[in-house]
Structure formats: C-alpha cells, structure tokens
C-alpha cells in the first residue's frame, strides 16, 4: 500500500486546484480519475468548454448564406471535430499539469476501504490500495436519468455528454426540461439547423426567472423555430425505422388548461435528456469511510467544506448547492483558506453569485428577482430596457432580450439583475463586482464604461432608477 499526504479522488476544477497547491506545499500527493478522458474534469472534457466552443461554432454558422441541411450536417460535423481539438488539447494540458508537480495521477475508479484507505480499480480489473493523511472528494455529478419506458432500449437517448459527442446533426431534436442545459443545447443546435422541440415537465417556463425575462427567452428560442412545451409528461419511448433510419416516438401526456390531460407523440432522431444533475457518490462507499450524505444525497459538509470524518474534505457539485464550475473553484478557495490562511472563508461567506446561461443571447442574472424581492417585501425600484435601444447590440444586429435591475428604494442598492442580451454573461461580472464592493446603482449609473460597449447600457438601466 502506497502512503499519501493528500489523495484526490476526482480531476475536477477544486480537485485539480487543490491538487496543485498542495504539490507546491512540497506535499505527497495522488489524484485519482476514473476515466483517461476526464483528465480536467467534467467542465473542460463534457460540458462547459465543448458547449460553449459548439455554441460558438453555431453562431458563427447561423449567420452563412442559406444552406440545405447536407451541408448544415457537414458544418456541424466540424464543429463537433473542433471541438474535440480544444478539449482534447485542455484535457491534455491538464495532465502535465499536475503530473509536472510531481503528483501521482492514477487512473482508475476510487472506493474507500476505511476512513484513510482508498482502493483504486483499474480499466484491466487490478486494485491498488492508497492511504492518505488526507482525503479530498471531488467527484462531481451524474445526468438524472428518469423513469420512462423503452429509455434503455432507445438507440436515440442521449445525456448532454453523449450528444456533444453525437457526429450526425439530429433533423429533429426533442429535449426533456428546460433547464440550463435545455436552454444552451436549444439554442445551439437551433441555430446549427436542427429542429428542437423541448418538453418540460413543470407548467411555468423558466420559474425562477420573472415572467418578462422568462418571456424574452422563450421568444428568442421561438424565434429560432424552437417549439416549447410545458406540463409534460414523458411516458414511454420506442425506437421505428423509417427509410432505413432508426428514429424514436415519446408518448407524452399533456397538461391542458381545466385540468385534462392529451397524448400526443413527438418523434425525433434524437432525445436529449436534461432533466437534472445529481451529486455522484454511490461508487465511492462512503459508509467505510464513515462520511455521511445529507437528504439531498450529496455529502454533507460544514462551512468549511469537511465532512463527517473531518480529515476528508468534499469540493464541487458533489456537495450539494450550485452546480457550477466557478462554485467549485471557490470551493477551493476556502480549503486554501482553511489551511493556509485566516479560516476565515466560508461557504456562507462566497458574497453574490451570478449565473450565465450560454444561449443566443445569453441570459445572466445575479442577486433577487423582482419577484423574489417583493417577496421578501422589499421596497423596490425596478428598472428595464430593451436591448434594442443599445448603440452596440444595433451594431451586432442582435436587438433581441432586456435588461432589468432591482434595486431598494430607500437606499439605492443593487438587489439584483437580470440580463438577456449580447454578451450578458461578461456584462453580469461588472454588476456582481459593484454588488460584492457594497457599491449603489448610482455608482454603476456613473461608472465611465468604454464605447460602443454592451456594458455601457448599465448607465442608463440603473439611471432609471437613481
Ligand atoms: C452540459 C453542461 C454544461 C455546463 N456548463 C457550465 C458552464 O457554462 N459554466 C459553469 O460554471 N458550469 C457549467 N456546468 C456545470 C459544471 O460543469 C460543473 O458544475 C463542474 O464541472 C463541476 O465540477 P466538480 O469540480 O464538481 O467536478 P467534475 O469536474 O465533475 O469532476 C469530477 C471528476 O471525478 C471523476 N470521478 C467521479 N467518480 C469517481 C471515482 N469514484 N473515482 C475516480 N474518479 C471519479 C469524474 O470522472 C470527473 O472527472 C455545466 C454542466 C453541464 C453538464
Ligand atoms: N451555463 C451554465 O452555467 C450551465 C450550463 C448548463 C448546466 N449547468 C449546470 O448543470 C446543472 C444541471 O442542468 P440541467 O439543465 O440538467 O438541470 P436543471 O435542474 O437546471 O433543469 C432540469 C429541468 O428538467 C425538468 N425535468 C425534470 N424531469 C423531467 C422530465 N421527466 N420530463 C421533462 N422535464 C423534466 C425540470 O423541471 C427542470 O426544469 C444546472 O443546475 C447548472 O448548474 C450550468
């Protein structure tokens, strides 16, 4: 049995992060990771780079002369090569990275064996046991898998990770929920040509958003010809062939208004499942380490990120809370505090997280809702603008979405905003900054931004109100 100072079970954003400081600390470490095509974690290998380099890719396509869908069906399939070139290059990067610190990078699924002991299995079936001083679990999470007839004998479902990897643009393209991933995925393969319906259980679109910015969304979506169903109910699935195609049928039940439900079956030559994500733990045997899960499932730690066993430590979505990789360096940061610093970082104490989802165009909020304020029964003063009436988003052609801030009526501080507009997800930054400072909507109002900018709307979103 080999003895660490630190092992790391898991190549994600915290993982890796503390992986690395802890090398530099002269430390013993091993970082564990069960897939040799997870080097860099989740975000760089399946989900936040290959998204957003396919969305990337999307958008420069969608605005070529009009092409027939052979043609569309070639540019997407090298976009989905290119994409593959910048993961591959990150996931590779990744690796020196940490082998270059000298940490020992060991391939194979992590499982405890007691409280300090982990064994590894290999690809080949062989097992090595590691004990560490310390243990840091970074595991991430697992694509929510409902319960729906003829799923597993499909040829056509897909998790967000196996549909970026799909080389044939799906003609039709159905998406269970409406989330994060629906909405990005929408989005892209909109744009790159297919024809997207998504198919959301719940009846409100987007119900943490307010109704209008919720609105500017589903128009923005509908407008690229996707078609958004709600109060759906997937039932079963099952595979037909037509003209030597393999393509699949949900049977869905549909709320209508009174109550009533309709069948109605939508047919696709793929089905991409985005219906949640949940912390991953149930390979690690987390009862012979003694570290326990909250009723979440994910691992419950304390402010300071140990677990019930406090040498071993949680980072990331496997701990429950936002799923974000920015979250998950954060986590980071206050392990680095904890060890090497004042401990005076916390997971209560992160300040204001904002959130950008990577559609076109993309949609940013930070901070309260309008509704949410109000519901809190704050003063409030809101503000909205169209994005329209922005000398930059003329310039682009991309008028469509809004802007809207919350903010106190007495005081004057930024409760929240919301942003669906180009380049929302940079301009959002500027706002959590002013937040996080304890600054006032006057100061974003008089803030002198470069121009023709995006950002510099937030002069006249937050005038409106200050
Ligand atoms: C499609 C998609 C798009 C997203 N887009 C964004 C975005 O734009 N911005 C954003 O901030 N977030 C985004 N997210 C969320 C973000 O990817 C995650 O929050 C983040 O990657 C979580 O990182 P982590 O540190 O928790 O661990 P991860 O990066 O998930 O790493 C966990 C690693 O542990 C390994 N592992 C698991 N179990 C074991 C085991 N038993 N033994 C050994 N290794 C194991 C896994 O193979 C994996 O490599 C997106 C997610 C998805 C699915
Ligand atoms: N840009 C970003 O930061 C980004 C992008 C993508 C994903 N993510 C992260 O990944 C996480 C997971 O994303 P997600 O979109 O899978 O989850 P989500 O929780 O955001 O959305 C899941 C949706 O699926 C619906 N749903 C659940 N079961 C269903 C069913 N059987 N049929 C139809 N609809 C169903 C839910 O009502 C919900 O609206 C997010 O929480 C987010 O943190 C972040």
């Excluded at 092409?67 to 990067?93: H, S």
């Excluded at 730690?301 to 496997?318: E, N, Y």
């Excluded at 916390?346 to 993309?362: C, E, K, L, Q, W």
């Amino acid at each position: 049995m080999r003895n660490f100072d630190d092992i790391i079970i898991g190549f994600g954003k915290g993982g890796k992060t503390i992986a690395a400081a802890l090398a530099d600390k002269g430390r013993r470490v091993a970082m564990i990771e069960k897939s040799d095509r997870m080097y860099g974690g989740t975000c760089i290998n399946i989900a936040c780079i290959p998204t957003k380099t396919l969305a990337h890719e999307a958008k420069l396509l969608s605005g070529r002369e009009e092409r027939d869908f052979a043609q569309k069906a070639a540019d997407y399939a090298c976009a989905v090569a290119r994409k593959d070139e910048v993961t591959g290059f990150l996931r590779q990067k990744n690796l020196e990275m940490l082998t270059g610190k000298g940490v020992a990078v060991l391939t194979g699924q992590a499982s405890f064996v007691s409280p300090h002991e982990v064994e590894v299995r290999f690809a080949d079936g062989h097992a090595e046991r590691l004990a560490g001083e310390n243990i840091y679990i970074n595991t991430g999470a697992y694509s929510v898998i409902p319960p729906i007839e003829g799923l597993a004998e499909s040829a056509n479902i897909h998790t967000s990770a196996s549909l970026l990897d799909l080389k044939r643009l799906p003609r039709e393209l159905v998406i269970l929920g409406a989330g994060y991933i629906a909405l990005e995925m929408a989005s892209m393969y909109a744009e790159f040509g297919s024809r997207v319906t998504m198919l959301e259980y719940g009846r409100r679109f987007l119900p943490r958003e307010d109704e209008d910015v919720a609105q500017s969304v589903r128009a923005a979506l509908e407008a690229r010809g996707v078609r958004i169903y709600l109060g759906v109910s997937a039932q079963a699935v099952r595979d037909v062939n037509e003209d030597g195609t393999t393509r699949t049928e949900l049977r869905c039940l549909m709320s209508m208004p009174g109550g009533a439900e309709e069948e109605r079956i939508f047919r696709a030559d793929a089905v991409l499942l985005a219906t949640g994500r949940r912390p991953l733990t149930r390979e690690l045997n987390l009862e012979a380490a003694g570290v326990r899960l909250d009723e979440q499932g994910a691992i419950a730690v304390d402010g300071q990120l140990c677990t019930s066993q406090p040498h071993i430590r949680a980072l990331g979505d496997v701990k429950g809370g936002l799923q974000f990789t920015y979250i998950s360096l954060d986590d980071f940061r206050i392990v680095r505090d904890a060890l090497w610093g004042e401990g005076k970082r916390d997971i209560a104490n992160r300040g204001p997280v904002a959130y950008a989802v990577f559609m076109d165009p993309p949609l940013a909020r930070v901070g309260l809702s309008e509704e949410e304020a109000r519901a809190l029964g704050r003063k409030i003063k809101v503000a909205r603008l169209p994005a329209a009436a922005i000398p930059r988003a003329r310039l682009l052609g991309e008028t469509s979405g809004m802007l809207k801030a919350v903010t106190d009526a007495a005081n004057g501080e930024i409760l929240g905003c919301a942003l669906h507009c180009a380049d929302a997800g940079e301009m959002i930054n500027t706002v959590t900054a002013a937040m996080r400072a304890g600054r006032d909507a006057a100061f974003l109002r008089d803030m002198i931004y470069t121009h023709p900018s995006m950002t510099e709307a937030l002069n006249e979103l937050f005038g409106q109100i200050s």
